[in-house]
């Protein structure tokens, strides 16, 4: 499971090489659906030197909450997701997506597709494109299918 921490709600993604479950909880929820069972891989939070508010440590504590809570955990680092689905330091989050859509597409048509026709993809949105970015730089790393 690679979970994409928030302060009040976080986004998960069930990875076997495909998507097996999505969705956006809150942090009790999700932290009821971790058991000792599961293995983890979390979004790492960075410093950029700049000062940080509550958010930022309540999503701090969330982190470490899944990670004890699951029965194997690592971390990716958001570094780690650019450097690997996009070659470069300098990418954002519509890069990463867009790295995504090629990886499974090519194209938006037929990696996410359309409620008649759904794409391995489909149903992707908000933040659970992150925890999807970490689910696959964490298997790609892992099973050096890259």
């Known amino acids: ?8 709600k976080s986004a998960f993604v069930e990875w076997d090489g495909s998507i097996q479950a999505m969705d956006i909880l809150p942090n009790d929820q999700l932290l009821e659906r971790i058991g000792a069972d599961t293995s983890v891989v979390i979004e790492g939070v960075e410093s950029f ?8 440590f309540e999503t701090v504590f969330w982190s470490g909450r899944f990670a004890q809570a699951a029965g194997a955990f690592d971390r990716v680092f958001r570094k780690q997701v650019k450097l690997h689905l996009c070659q470069s330091m300098r990418a954002k989050d519509p ?6 859509i090629d990886r499974f597409g090519p194209g ?12 391995p993809l489909y ?3 908000s933040h659970i494109w992150s925890a999807l970015a970490v689910a696959v730089t964490h298997w790609d790393k892992k099973t050096r299918t890259f």
């Open 123 to 125: 149903g992707v949105k």
């Open 1 to 8: 499971m690679a979970i994409d921490p928030g302060p009040t």
């Open 108 to 119: 938006k048509e037929l990696a996410i597709g359309k409620k008649a026709t759904p794409g």
């Open 49 to 56: 030197g700049m000062a940080v508010g509550r958010d930022v």
């Open 95 to 100: 890069n990463i997506r867009q790295a995504l």
